[in-house]
T-cell receptor, first 108, second 114 residues
Framework: RKEVEQDPGPFNVPEGATVAFNCTYS??????FFWYRQDCRKEPKLLMS???SGNEDGRFTAQLNRASQYISLLIRDSKLSDSATYLC?????????FGKGTLLTVNP | NAGVTQTPKFRILKIGQSMTLQCTQD?????MYWYRQDPGMGLKLIYY???????DKGEVPNGYNVSRSTTEDFPLRLELAAPSQTSVYFC?????????????FGEGSRLTVL
């Protein structure tokens, strides 16, 4: 089983829609998890961190389910500017492995 | 603030040539990483280092070598370049306290092997 697996996507949604991505991880010892956003041909940037059950920041909510070993990212009221690739990271002893990423396109 | 600096930004290599991608960070970060990203794909970990003199393999180390003689520098060497190594390479660093999870990335090095 790969260390981190993500919904393959792509996701195409209209403006204002709610969209959710999932990411499963294999290392049950991982304590914290992260969602990064990557714009086309740019370096990834940290979007949210998840340490306990969840974290909310405006329109974005990240949740952690340790029993099932997955994290999710929920985006409410999607904006055109949310179009990007979303990557999850599950650290394993400082070996930071990324999921393949989920491409989101928000359409007008 | 320079952060993580990668050079070169672009390079075209011929099959069989060798080159070194340079990565320097000025944040005194302990941990440094090299990733490659193929078109439409996620980031794959090549090598990482938890401190000067310590390196370890990631998911796709074959065809690459690294060294970490100082805290600041983490060069990635490609020996005998192959077309399969055409990719965008990102260097990143993080402090020992990775609780925030914020990897600091360089802007990437776009390598084409013909």
């Amino acid at each position: 089983r790969k260390e981190v697996e993500q919904d393959p996507g792509p996701f195409n949604v209209p403006e204002g829609a709610t969209v959710a991505f999932n990411c499963t991880y294999s290392n049950s010892a991982s304590q914290s998890f992260f969602w990064y956003r990557q714009d086309c041909r740019k370096e990834p940037k940290l979007l949210m961190s998840v340490y306990s059950s969840g974290n909310e920041d405006g329109r974005f909510t990240a949740q952690l389910n340790r029993a099932s070993q997955y994290i999710s990212l929920l985006i409410r009221d999607s904006k055109l500017s949310d179009s990007a690739t979303y990557l999850c990271v599950a650290p394993s002893n400082y070996k930071l492995t990324f999921g393949k990423g989920t491409l989101l396109t928000v359409n007008p | 603030n320079a952060g993580v600096t990668q050079t070169p930004k672009f390079r075209i290599l011929k099959i069989g040539q060798s080159m070194t991608l340079q990565c320097t960070q000025d944040m005194n970060h302990n941990y440094m990483y090299w990733y490659r990203q193929d078109p439409g794909m996620g980031l794959k970990l090549i090598y990482y280092s938890v401190g000067a003199g310590i390196t370890d393999k990631g998911e796709v180390p074959n065809g690459y070598n690294v060294s970490r003689s100082t805290t600041e520098d983490f060069p990635l060497r490609l020996e005998l370049a192959a077309p399969s190594q055409t990719s965008v390479y990102f260097c990143a660093s993080i402090t020992r306290d990775s609780y925030t999870g914020e990897l600091f990335f360089g802007e990437g090095s776009r390598l084409t092997v013909l």
